[in-house]
């Protein structure tokens, strides 16, 4: 009984190569990558640029990465606006109900 235990994982192991050099050439061949249409690429003003070269920071999606823009004007963020909450009624302390 070990002889074949030993002989079925030998077995395995050399088989092994084998099986991933079949599942490796049956995968898919990706190409190129192509750039979506209508998403806006902007640049992004950074004082450093630790993009790989041929690449710049770009903002996508608000997001800062290393890209290629698509338009030449820098991305601005969107001003917050300032939110005014009113105080509404004022409750003494010890009264119930009061909103």
């Known amino acids: 009984?070990?002889?074949?235990?030993?002989?079925?994982?030998v077995a395995s192991i050399a088989a092994a190569p084998a099986?991933?050099?079949?599942?490796?050439s049956n995968a898919p061949k990706?190409?190129?990558?192509n750039q979506p249409e209508g998403i806006?690429?902007?640049?992004?003003?950074?004082?450093?640029?630790y993009c790989p070269t041929g690449t710049q920071p770009i903002v996508l999606g608000g997001v800062i990465c290393c890209g290629t823009p698509n338009t030449s004007e820098s991305y601005i963020a969107p001003a917050q606006t300032r939110r005014y909450y009113s105080h509404g009624m004022?409750?003494?302390?010890?009264?119930?109900g009061c909103s």
């Open 19 to 24: 099986y991933a050099q079949t599942w490796s």
């Open 40 to 49: 806006l690429i902007q640049p992004y003003n950074a004082s450093a640029n």
């Open 90 to 96: 004022s409750c003494p302390a010890g009264v119930k």
């Open 30 to 33: 990706i190409g190129p990558v």
């Open 1 to 9: 009984m070990r002889k074949v235990l030993k002989l079925a994982v």
